[in-house]
């Protein structure tokens, strides 16, 4: 072969590679997931029937996970444990819907499990202060009603409203 061929030759062949490389499809980046974690303390005041005591304090220790495409909501599950003056566990899950920058609302389901079992819908609103790079300081009332369980006395629906404050950190 001589050498104008050769140098057709590996033209050719390099065409070829620029046209494929550009006629391909590049891959799908997928969508990221935006984890955040946080620990809240809280207590306030529990009724059932005419009752009304202080609630118990709670630790709650919870993850939430949005999506970069819809940063706005996001679904986030926790912990919950009683500290005192008697312990108990358990966890809910609720549906986040941020409103703006510093507030966000959420929805769902709580439950106890461990001494006993109660379960119902709780909501609650947050207000994040920034303090450092990615980390805030969360603030704000929840309310749960628990409407089912083995520890409900007769006839009678439970319901809390708690003030929390805890630290939350986008991961």
């Known amino acids: 072969m001589n050498r104008s061929r050769r140098l057709l030759t590996a033209r050719s062949l390099l065409a070829l590679a620029g046209w494929l490389t550009l006629?391909?499809?590049s891959p799908a980046r997928a969508q990221q997931y935006l984890p955040a974690g946080s620990a809240y303390v809280g207590s306030g005041v529990e009724g059932g029937g005419r009752d009304f005591q202080r609630a118990r304090t709670r630790l709650k220790l919870g993850l939430e996970l949005r999506i970069d495409e819809d940063p706005e909501n996001g679904v986030s599950g926790?912990?919950?444990?009683?500290?005192e003056p008697r312990t108990s566990f358990g966890a809910d899950l609720r549906y986040v819907r941020r409103i703006g920058p510093k507030f966000a609302v959420s929805a769902g389901g709580i439950g106890y499990f461990v001494p006993a079992i109660l379960v119902g819908p709780?909501?609650?609103?947050?207000?994040?202060?920034?303090t450092f790079y990615k980390t805030y300081l969360a603030l704000g009332p929840e309310v749960a009603v628990f409407a089912f369980g083995s520890d409900l006395p007769d006839r009678t629906v439970i319901w809390q409203a708690l003030f929390q404050a805890g630290?939350?950190?986008d991961l």
């Open 167 to 169: 630290f939350r950190v």
């Open 23 to 25: 006629a391909l499809p």
């Open 122 to 130: 709780c909501a609650g609103l947050e207000v994040r202060i920034p």
């Open 78 to 83: 926790a912990g919950i444990f009683d500290i």
